[in-house]
């Protein structure tokens, strides 16, 4: 009978395990990129950076 007793505790906090297994998955998809993360320059514009001044003088 002490077996019974082991699946209960199992049973019972596997919703913990899986909310916090859910939560640590969504925090981690939160700081991978997306695919449109940055824009192309147009065509003929050069894109301006930050080791580029803006009005080269």
């Not at 993360?37 to 514009?45: I, S, V």
Request: aromatic content about 4%; cysteine-free; proline content about 11%.
């Amino acid at each position: 009978m002490s077996g019974s007793g082991l699946s209960r505790v199992s049973a019972h906090r596997r919703p913990l395990v899986t909310a916090a297994v859910a939560g640590g998955l969504l925090l981690a998809l939160w700081f991978v990129p997306s695919a449109n993360a940055t824009q192309e320059a147009p065509k003929g514009h050069p894109q301006v950076t930050d080791h580029q001044p803006a009005h080269p003088r």
